[in-house]
């Protein structure tokens, strides 16, 4: 089963999800701010795709940390900070048995959900 991991006030899954059900494609929520996320699920996450692609710089939780922490982020750096604060993560990160893909693109997402 597909799974939408995010976070559940976030507009780009509440479009997603919005598009899920309105093409009756069943998933599952994985909120990261109620049910967590545990550092080797991040892990896994960074190995597939990478931190950059996670990571989400143009947020406003971004914005709020200082420059120390922003200036010369590096992978375990990024790390660190996504754990810390799941609203780092770039949302959704969607997993449909193993097959990862990040953010939200309608026109893509059917064949991708394909397979």
Same mark, same amino acid.
């Given at each position: 089963?597909?799974?939408?991991?995010?976070?559940?006030?976030?507009? @780009?899954?509440?479009?997603?999800?919005?598009?899920?059900?309105?093409?009756?494609?069943?998933?599952?929520?994985?909120?990261?701010?109620?049910?967590?996320?545990?550092?080797?699920?991040?892990?896994?996450?960074?190995?597939?795709?990478?931190?950059?692609?996670?990571?989400?710089?143009?947020?406003? @939780?971004?914005?709020?940390? @200082?420059? #120390?922490?922003? %200036?010369?982020?590096?992978?375990?750096?990024?790390? @660190?900070?996504?754990?810390?604060?799941? #609203?780092?993560?770039?949302?959704?990160?969607?997993?449909?048995?193993?097959?990862?893909?990040?953010?939200?693109?309608? %026109? #893509?997402?059917? %064949?991708?959900?394909?397979?």
């Amino acid at each position: 089963m597909l799974v939408v991991h995010g976070i559940a006030n976030c507009d @780009t899954i509440r479009r997603c999800r919005r598009w899920l059900d309105e093409h009756g494609i069943a998933y599952r929520f994985h909120d990261l701010r109620k049910d967590g996320l545990p550092p080797e699920l991040l892990d896994g996450w960074i190995a597939a795709l990478g931190w950059e692609a996670l990571l989400n710089t143009r947020g406003t @939780t971004w914005r709020k940390l @200082t420059p #120390s922490q922003r %200036d010369g982020i590096d992978a375990a750096g990024a790390r @660190t900070l996504m754990l810390e604060q799941p #609203s780092l993560i770039r949302r959704p990160v969607l997993d449909a048995g193993g097959r990862l893909r990040v953010g939200f693109e309608a %026109d #893509s997402l059917a %064949d991708w959900i394909a397979g």
